[in-house]
């Protein structure tokens, strides 16, 4: 699949690449875990819906500079489904926060030619939410630009479960040799279907851990942590990340030579 075009450029705004990345062995996707909001506002003495909301300024700034520099893709884990776990009034807060900055984003998100999907069981999410992101990807689907995923009610092993019966109702059907399947087949069954995969998963925090999250997308992808909390993730923790991709040997299983 071809490798999305990253909208034109905006004179008076656009971030330049920074001159220690290699503009030709930038990841065409870049997925992020966007942890450590509640910490941030924990070490500040403020409610943890501060942290959220100086989250969302992280990752406004990161689609800028992904966008500015090159990069195709950005899939950010935006809510999990096992966030529903969390304190109602945090719930009722981030689903509120998500309406409202979708609400005042798209606009710019369509002037920056931006083609944004929600992926995930968006069926359980307010009914107000659910009618902007409709609204959103309709009118971006169409767009130029970066391609921006916001993984939201999402499950990586709850996609696999609904990937698996969509084959097995055809199989049912008769519609489908259960010998004809691949991982290719598989695959179309994702929400992240039409994606080339990650190349690289930067997780904020210090944390160690998939999540939950793209555990079939992720399968080869570099693994870069940073302990830079996720409100504080900016152009220079975004440019560490890179410089750790370019100087990784990608193998995918394979050896250099003379090895």
């Known amino acids: 699949m071809s490798r999305p075009q990253v909208a ?27 942890d450590g909001n509640g910490r941030w ?27 500015d520099w090159g990069i195709g893709t950005l899939t950010a884990y935006a809510f999990s489904t096992e ?83 969509a084959l097995a109702r055809r199989v049912h059907a008769g519609e489908l040799d259960p010998e004809a399947i691949d991982e290719n087949l598989l695959a179309a069954e994702l929400h992240t279907s039409g994606e080339v995969d990650p190349d690289l998963l930067i997780r904020t925090s210090g944390e160690h851990r998939l999540s939950n999250f793209l555990l079939w997308q992720l399968a080869y992808a570099e693994i870069h942590v940073t302990d830079v909390l996720w ?10 990340a890179l410089q ?5 040997q990608r193998r995918f299983g394979g050896v250099e030579a003379g090895e």
Request: aromatic share 6%; net charge positive.
């Open 8 to 34: 034109a450029a905006r004179p008076s705004t656009r971030t330049a690449l920074p001159a220690c990345l290699d503009s030709g062995r930038l990841p065409a996707h870049v997925a992020v875990i966007m």
């Open 41 to 67: 506002a924990n070490q500040r003495g403020l409610p943890r819906v501060m942290g959220h909301r100086q989250g969302v300024e992280a990752l406004k700034r990161t689609l800028r500079l992904c966008s």
């Open 83 to 165: 966030n529903w776990s969390r304190p109602g009034e945090e719930v009722s807060f981030l689903m509120t926060l998500f309406e409202q900055v979708l609400a005042r984003e798209l606009e710019a998100l369509q002037q920056e030619q931006v083609r944004i999907r929600f992926l995930g069981d968006l069926s359980a999410l307010p009914d107000g939410l659910q009618a902007l992101i409709a609204e959103a990807t309709k009118r971006s689907a169409a767009n130029s630009g970066i391609h921006f995923n916001v993984c939201t009610n999402y499950g990586s092993r709850s996609e696999l479960v609904h990937a698996t019966r």
């Open 231 to 240: 409100p504080d993730f900016d152009a220079e923790a975004l440019t560490l």
């Open 244 to 248: 750790d991709f370019q100087g990784r």
